[in-house]
Nanobody, 119 residues
Framework: QVQLVESGGGLVQAGGSLRLSCAASGRTFSSPVMGWFRQAPGKAREFVAQILWSGGGTYYADSVKGRFTISRDNAKNTVYLQMNSLKAEDTGVYYC????????????WGQGTQVTVSS
């Protein structure tokens, strides 16, 4: 089992920045792929970014490339999502998730943190 707890969401003006954190605990070695997803009101959840605990394997959705950066701190078992140049369409609940390398479906999910970007 892996437990994930997100933090860092809030209200920010368009053009501003936020940094989300995802603290992981439990059998994190079994789920080395860490991802961020988001869900806007009335829309399906969508992939935002992913990273491996080893530091490689970073990948971003086209909509956030050049604006968001995913990183990790292994000593703190924490994954971050630095979000810059925020837009109103970035508004939503952001979720942290993890999975094994050999499994395409994310297995463990956090409770989510709300990000609201005012235009």
């Amino acid at each position: 089992q892996v437990q994930l707890v997100e933090s860092g969401g809030g209200l920010v003006q368009a053009g501003g920045s936020l940094r989300l954190s995802c603290a992981a605990s439990g059998r994190t070695f079994s789920s080395p792929v860490m991802g961020w997803f988001r869900q806007a009101p009335g829309k399906a959840r969508e992939f935002v970014a992913q990273i491996l605990w080893s530091g490689g394997g970073t990948y971003y959705a086209d909509s956030v490339k050049g604006r968001f950066t995913i990183s990790r701190d292994n000593a703190k078992n924490t994954v971050y999502l630095q979000m810059n140049s925020l837009k109103a369409e970035d508004t939503g609940v952001y979720y942290c998730a993890s999975r094994a390398i050999t499994i395409s479906r994310y297995q463990y999910w956090g409770q989510g943190t709300q990000v609201t970007v005012s235009s």
